[in-house]
């Protein structure tokens, strides 16, 4: 799990490596154990106040094809660095008018061993038309969990940094060791 203090460092980094101007506000960047992502506000396409919805959707499509075209080169020069430096792969998006668009992004394959109960709710899914698949059906459930528990979600993160916290303060713990880990870079391990 990455501590809290790595993921400062990381936004940090970004802060300080993306050009003032590819966003309109600070990158919102997150990350886990296989990829950053890093997603920012662009501008909306300038419309009349009464642009019928279609018009709109249309012109901030157009917006946000506009920028994933002219800023490519400049993307995947910050996107080499930070695979180098902190060993994850990086992933772009944006948000203009409202509209969140991935433009690439990990599918990371998750192994599970499930009961039939288990299963079968997956299956249930399935013959209802809400996933194609139980790959499918288990992204849904773990989306939905997301949603209604993001509060219990942060304070379990915050509990198992804390955690991780006392056990590095332990009488097993190398002196020498903790002060390398809090030196290293996000993402990089010590051997």
Do not use: N, Y
């Amino acid at each position: 799990m990455i501590t809290t203090e790595q993921k400062e460092q990381l936004r940090g980094w970004f802060a300080g490596r993306l050009p003032d101007d590819l966003f309109d506000e600070p990158a919102e960047v997150t990350v886990d154990r296989e990829e950053i992502t890093v997603v920012g506000r662009i501008p909306a396409p300038r419309l009349a106040e009464d642009a019928p919805a279609a018009e709109r959707a249309a012109a901030v499509t157009a917006r946000i094809q506009d920028f994933r075209e002219r800023t490519r080169e400049t993307r995947m020069a910050v996107a080499r660095d930070a695979e180098h430096r902190f060993r994850r792969k990086v992933s772009w998006g944006v948000v203009c008018d409202g509209e969140r668009a991935l433009f690439t992004h990990v599918a990371a394959p998750v192994m599970t061993r499930l009961r039939q109960p288990e299963r079968q709710v997956l299956d249930t899914l399935i013959a209802a038309g809400v996933a194609r698949s139980r790959s499918d059906a288990l992204a849904w459930c773990v989306r939905l969990v997301q949603r209604h528990t993001d509060d219990w979600l942060g304070e379990l993160r915050d509990s198992l940094e804390h955690v991780q916290r006392v056990r590095a303060q332990g009488p097993d713990a190398d002196p020498g060791r903790e002060e390398a880990a809090d030196s290293s870079p996000p993402g990089t391990e010590e051997g």
